[in-house]
């Protein structure tokens, strides 16, 4: 647990300067001269007494502001010290305040629970300040069937667990064989604190980040899991993908193949691959086909911690209502699907708000003599003027920039799949407008 706020003692709201609190098991210090004392949602030892948080700071004489957060210590050979990798933090509108003028406070009156302001329950996830998150994505997709496919006729149409272990590659000078094959009857890892690994599967009941169980996830083929692994050099870790057979309740499942995914296998920021799957004796069994994504810390100094907008809207709220491209495209490759007012005109912004459209999305580039205009693509395709022939004109495709605005109005704009219907258009279906008489 650890706090920040709007004064130096406090960070300045800087993710990079957060206060760790310490946990307080019986009371606290009466020689502090000002304590915070908070209590997480897990806040039950296993006698049953409370655990709470706690932190003393000489604060300056003027009303501070301030907010929790969970953080994870994070280690790495690359760093000196240990920093801390954000999970999750408060994100009320207004953060919890200390005012200018406090008398003395009893530990009673200063208890809070995180998360919980002004009788509202807001937290968040926090973003990567030192970190890097790398998704590995187990889904059927448009290219790709099942991701997990076993060779062997025993272990067809049977349910799978899979856990995912992220392990620190050594690659300079030799390795010391440290460790022992058990086999199938092989235990589970133990989960650790850092590398921080979670799951978290597109259903509405388990789709939020979650650490894993002993053995891992129950497997569905037709669900989209994602494993969440945040660590601080994606260059030095591998990541190690048991398998267990489904068992009985009561049962210990059996360890049937595990796969390796190496640092080398994540080729791009994001992309496919795909790995075998091996025994325990070595032979291969099937294969693993992953998706997957690295997420790269924000640069130093680029967010706050005063304020998020993330969730700013009520639960309550139903959307806004933004027309694209005013009233909708009109250059589908079906007439009968397109708008009936030509995209990215006044006329067709003028319609969306009549429909009740809250706001309009547009596109707006510039000319050759450098004026705005309200223009979807980078070129415009001009067709060259010719008496016969007019299913299938030459196009000459010209950039946009290339052009003054007196060229581009000019031009003559039509849809070849639905050139009649636009024959007899109003004047304020001019074809790129300015973006002044737009707005």
């Not at 009740?356 to 000319?367: H, I, N, P, R």
Request: aromatic share 8%; proline share 6%.
């Amino acid at each position: 647990m650890c706090i920040v706020g709007s004064c130096p003692e406090l960070g300045s709201w800087n993710p990079h300067r957060i206060i760790p609190l310490e946990k307080v098991l019986n009371g606290l210090d009466e020689s502090c001269t000002f304590s915070w004392n908070t209590e997480t949602e897990d806040n039950q030892t296993s006698e049953g007494s409370e655990v709470l948080w706690s932190v003393s700071l000489q604060l300056p004489l003027q009303e501070v502001q301030y907010r929790y957060c969970i953080a994870v210590s994070a280690r790495d050979e690359s760093l000196s010290e240990p920093v801390f990798a954000i999970k999750s933090w408060e994100t009320h509108f207004c953060p919890r305040i200390v005012p200018a003028k406090i008398e003395q406070n009893h530990a009673g009156d200063t208890i809070s629970k995180f998360g919980v302001s002004l009788g509202q329950h807001k937290v968040e996830a926090g973003w990567l300040v030192y970190d890097s998150a790398v998704q590995l994505k187990l889904g059927i997709s448009k290219n790709h069937a099942d991701p997990i496919v076993f060779w062997r006729k025993r272990y067809k149409d049977r349910k799978v667990l899979v856990k995912v272990t992220p392990l620190e590659l050594k690659t300079e000078g030799l390795l010391e064989d440290t460790t022992t094959d058990h086999g199938d009857s092989r235990a589970a890892l133990a989960t650790t604190a850092w590398p921080l690994v979670e799951v978290a599967v597109l259903k509405e009941d388990c789709c939020t980040f979650s650490r894993q169980d002993q053995f891992g996830l129950l497997f569905n083929a037709e669900d989209f899991t994602t494993f969440q692994c945040r660590l601080i050099n994606p260059k030095s870790i591998a990541y190690l993908f048991d398998f267990y057979l489904d068992t009985s309740p009561g049962e210990i499942p059996r360890l049937i193949g595990r796969s390796h995914l190496l640092p080398s296998n994540l080729v791009n920021n994001f992309g496919v691959t795909t790995i075998p799957i091996t025994s325990s004796q070595h032979s291969p069994i099937g294969q693993l086909t992953v998706h997957y994504m690295v997420v790269k810390p924000m640069p130093l100094g680029a967010s706050d911690m005063s304020a998020s907008f993330a969730r700013y809207w009520k639960e309550t709220w139903t959307g806004l209502e933004v027309g694209h491209r005013g009233a909708g495209n009109s250059y589908h490759s079906e007439p009968k699907s397109c708008a009936t007012i030509r995209e990215n005109t006044i006329a067709s912004f003028k319609y969306a708000a009549e429909m009740g459209a809250d706001m309009v999305e547009t596109d707006v580039q510039l000319s050759k003599d450098l004026v705005p205009v309200i223009y979807h693509d980078f070129h415009a395709c001009i067709a060259l003027n010719r008496k016969k022939d007019q299913e299938a004109p030459d196009l000459l495709e010209i950039p946009i920039k290339d052009l003054t605005l007196a060229q581009l109005q000019a031009l003559k704009v039509g849809q070849f799949l639905a050139v009649e219907a636009r024959k007899n258009e109003a004047p304020q279906t001019i074809h790129l407008p300015r973006i002044d008489p737009a707005l």
